[in-house]
């Protein structure tokens, strides 16, 4: 069955280190998401893309965040630098896309947990 | 904005009881809604939709209906099993298309 790969599975780094996080959709997926899960809250969106394209990328802190999906395929997350309020799991997800629009059914990763010391 | 509001948790139940987790939702017009389950150690998987009022989604024993009306989504299961402890995130969908929108996530676990 195929599913959505992410790496690293777990990273612990030190505050105003940089971190990348890296995200294999399920292939033919067109729409990717990053969403950022707290310990204890439910996943919030950070980026969404269509193809190599960003949709929304409202609550990606810009400032120490980044993204890219440069081939329409595989994505990269990026913090640069880590802060401590950046402990989180990060997870990918994906999903097929209808006429340029996601079917809205979402195939999660496992998730990228970040501890910032 | 749109927002998911559920119950808090933890759920501790014993093996054969009847689950019920309550989800409201706030949206403008006609949003989609979701369940979706994270067992242990494992990522999110969605259980279970409905995408128009009194469509009523079920998967596994669960089940779930939209209710316009009261804006409610609950999930309701007749007998769990252990199996069944994990976390359970209930989600919506703007009409605009918009991604997931997730509630705060209810933790389940039942004992046998």
């Known amino acids: 069955e195929a599913e959505v790969a992410q790496s690293p599975r777990y990273k612990i780094t030190e505050k105003s280190q940089a971190v990348a996080f890296w995200c294999d959709p399920i292939?033919?997926?067109?729409?990717l998401y990053w969403y950022r899960q707290i310990l204890g809250q439910g996943p919030e969106l950070l980026v969404q893309f269509q193809d190599e394209s960003v949709v929304d990328d409202s609550q990606l802190p810009k400032d120490r965040f980044s993204a890219e999906r440069l081939k329409g395929v595989d994505s990269t997350l990026k913090i640069q630098p880590a802060e401590l309020g950046d402990s989180a799991m990060y997870l990918c997800?994906?999903?097929?896309?209808?006429?340029?629009?996601?079917?809205?059914?979402?195939?999660f990763g496992e998730g990228s947990r970040l501890t910032v010391l | 904005g749109d927002s998911v509001t559920q119950m808090e948790g933890p759920v501790t139940l014993s093996e054969e009881a009847f689950l019920t987790i309550n989800c409201t939702y706030t949206a403008t017009g006609y949003p989609s809604l979701f369940w979706y389950v994270q067992y242990p150690g494992e990522g999110l998987q969605l259980l279970l939709k409905?995408?128009?009022?009194?469509d009523k989604g079920s998967n596994k024993g669960f089940e779930a209906t939209y209710r316009k009306e009261t804006t409610s989504f609950h999930l309701e299961k007749g007998s769990v099993q252990v199996s069944d402890s994990a976390v359970y995130f209930c989600?919506?969908?703007?009409?605009?298309?918009?991604?997931?929108?997730f509630g705060k996530g209810t933790t389940l676990s039942v004992s046998s």
């Open positions: 989600a919506l969908r703007g009409q605009a298309g918009t991604a997931l929108i």
């Open positions: 997800a994906s999903s097929l896309a209808v006429g340029g629009r996601s079917t809205g059914e979402l195939f």
């Open positions: 292939s033919g997926h067109a729409t």
């Open positions: 409905a995408t128009k009022a009194d």
